[in-house]
């Protein structure tokens, strides 16, 4: 089955710094890959997604490049915020439709 | 893409008993899905529901324990059966709501139950 693995965390950062987070997947075919948020004491949220080799998902100053040749997907931001304090998930979409996750990484951010 | 209502948010319960976790989808969709998120961990599929059909379960879950039920494609319960404290997790419903052709271009996720067993 498919697989992800996440950089382990946590990652602590001080504004403005520059973020990036390591991810890597084994899986056939060219499945969709996704970042997911999850705030303190909220639910998950879908950050950015990329669905075919070469694409770039970004969003709220972040940014993935699915990169086939690497199986990668490494999120990145130039200036992170306090108000980025959370986990993050990766994840690769598997058989059947379902989502397969990585560990999550938790991120830091102090003023 | 669709809005998920689940509920309750979250529950404190005794060992022994169950809890009937509800998804409401805002939209028809054909797949739901269940996760378990425990403590301090990432999340792990319990069951794909499908309407019409029974749950399929991931290996190390059974229907004895999580029985699914998916009446219709707007609406799905999961329910925690004789309950321990290893229970005790954050649990959220999925669903593909985004998918054209072969591209998905999200899920979405309902906010979660988080549930504690004493």
């Known amino acids: 089955g498919n697989s992800v693995t996440q950089m382990e965390g946590p990652v602590t950062l001080s504004e403005e710094a520059f973020l990036t987070i390591n991810c890597t997947y084994t899986a056939t075919g060219y499945p969709s890959l996704f970042w997911y948020v999850q705030y303190p004491g909220e639910g998950l949220q879908l950050l950015l997604k990329a669905t075919k080799a070469d694409d770039k998902g970004s969003n709220k100053g972040f940014e993935a490049t699915y990169r086939k040749e690497t199986t990668s997907f490494h999120l990145e931001k130039g200036s992170v915020q306090v108000s980025d304090s959370a986990v993050y998930f990766c994840a690769v979409e598997g058989a059947g439709n379902m989502l397969t996750f990585g560990g999550g990484t938790r991120l830091m951010v102090k003023p | 893409s669709a809005v998920i209502s689940q509920k309750p948010s979250r529950d404190i319960c005794q060992r022994g008993t169950s809890l009937t976790i509800q998804c409401q989808v805002d939209?028809?969709?054909?797949?739901m899905f269940w996760y378990r998120q425990q403590p301090g961990q990432s999340l792990t599929l319990i069951a794909t529901a499908n309407q019409g059909s029974e749950a399929t379960y991931e290996s190390g879950f059974v229907i004895d324990k999580f029985p699914i039920s998916r009446p219709n494609l707007t609406f799905s319960t999961l329910t925690v059966s004789n309950m321990s404290p290893e229970d005790s997790s954050i649990y959220l419903c999925s669903v593909d709501s985004s998918r054209q052709g072969r591209y998905n271009y999200g899920y979405t996720f309902g906010s979660g139950t988080r549930l504690t067993v004493v």
């Open positions: 939209s028809q969709v054909t797949m």
